[in-house]
Every structure is written in C-alpha cells, then in structure tokens.
C-alpha cells in the first residue's frame, strides 16, 4: 500500500535551518510528483512546491522561492524538504502529499499525504 | 488571505444536506481549472473527498458530490453524519500566482 511517512517534530531558533524528510513506499516512486503544504496553527493549507523525483525538477510558490529546497534520494525514495531563515511565522504542520493523475494524465489532485511534521520556531 | 474564498462554518442537523462554497476568480476556477475538496479531520492529513470537479474516489460514500459552474464550486454532504465533522477545502490552481491554491476552509458541524 502507498505510504509517505515524515520525520519527526523539531524544534528551531529563529534564523536556523530545518530538513523534513518524506520516504515514499508502495509504488514507483519516480512515477509521481510530490508536493508540500504547510498549515499553521489553526489556519488553511498553503501550497509550497513540488518536486519530479524522476529528474529532480522542482517549482516552488512565490514565498518560498529561495528560502526552501527540495530535493529527493531515488535510492531511498524519500523526498526532503529544507527551509533556512526560519521565523516564528514558519511555525506550522508540514505535509508531503502524493499526486494522481486523471484526464489522460493531463490533471492531478494530491490523493496520498504523509502524517506531518511539526516545525517550531521559538525562541 | 487565501484565493479561494469559502464561509468559515456550516452546520447541518443529521440527515440533513449542506452545502460548501468555493468562489475563486477568473485567474482560477473561472480559467477551467478543476477543483479538488478534501476533508481534514482534527489532527489528520487532509483527505481527496471530491476531484475533477464532481468525481468521487472510490471509498468516499455518495453522500459527497462536487459541482462547478463560473468562478465557482460546490461541494453537497447530503444525509449529513456524525463522522462528516470535519473542515473541508476546496483546491485549484491560479495562473496569475503560478501556484497551487486552496480555500480559506469550511468547518461543518454537525448538530
């Protein structure tokens, strides 16, 4: 069965860096591309970027562009999720989540998601 | 501010059907882009309820339909149940942003 598991919690001071990992397991893990969305407490879902783990291609929102970096490990299927110059504001539940294809292919919609990672960025 | 505008909380008695508004602009939902809900419980991962617009996947009860019409989408709980509390979003994606987009997020209460 298709299952996305996240590394744990952490704890970040203001300025530092965080990598979340999301290891893919069940399926070609080439085939799919993987995205991530953070939540904030008791907010919505934002949209941060994706990442092809065939190539490594990857696109990001606006906000994040070079703040955040994902990368994959083919050997290992899993895909990380980097972000430096943490602030407060980046306190948040990070989600990794699979796409399916419909249309032929030519659509998408995020059917799997991994358990998410609490980031805490505190003083 | 999310781009994808719904009403913060809808509430229905059991049996009862309810419905979720998504209003998007001409940059999203009114391109043709097709709109995705997803319920997420307290403390859990988002889950597909509708995508494409109206289709369910499989394992999802009939009780949830989606529709579209405009810069608009729909998401109908009919025969509403207790395990339908929940907060449920709506997601697309806007050309101008370049961007992925979801809802600001409904809260249905069951009564």
Not at chain 1, 3 to 15: D, H, I, M, R, Y
């Amino acid at each position: 069965q298709v299952q996305l598991v996240q590394s744990g919690a952490e704890v970040k001071k203001p300025g530092a860096s965080v990598k979340v990992s999301c290891k893919a397991s069940g399926y070609t893990f080439t085939s799919y591309y993987v995205h991530w969305v953070r939540q904030a407490p008791g907010q919505g879902l934002e949209w941060m970027g994706t990442i092809n783990p065939s190539g490594g291609a990857t696109n990001y929102a606006q906000k994040f562009q070079g703040r955040v970096t994902l990368t994959r490990d083919t050997s290992t299927t899993t895909v990380y999720m980097e972000m430096r110059s943490l602030r407060s504001e980046d306190t948040a539940v990070y989600f990794c989540a699979r796409v399916d294809y419909y249309d032929s292919g030519s659509s998408f919609y995020f059917d799997y998601w991994g358990q998410g990672t609490l980031v805490t960025v505190s003083s | 501010q999310s781009v994808l505008t719904q009403s913060p909380s809808v509430s229905g008695a059991p049996g009862q059907r309810v419905t979720i508004s998504c209003t998007g602009t001409s940059a999203n939902i009114g391109a043709g882009y097709d709109v995705h809900w997803y319920q997420q419980l307290p403390g859990t991962a988002p889950k597909v309820v509708i995508y494409g617009n109206t289709y369910r996947p499989s394992g999802v009860p009939d009780r949830f339909s989606g529709s579209k019409s405009g810069t608009s989408a729909f998401l109908a709980i009919t025969g509403l149940q207790a395990e339908d509390e929940a907060d449920y979003y709506c997601q697309s994606y806007d050309s101008s942003l370049s961007a992925y987009v979801f809802g600001s997020g409904t809260k249905v209460t069951v009564l």
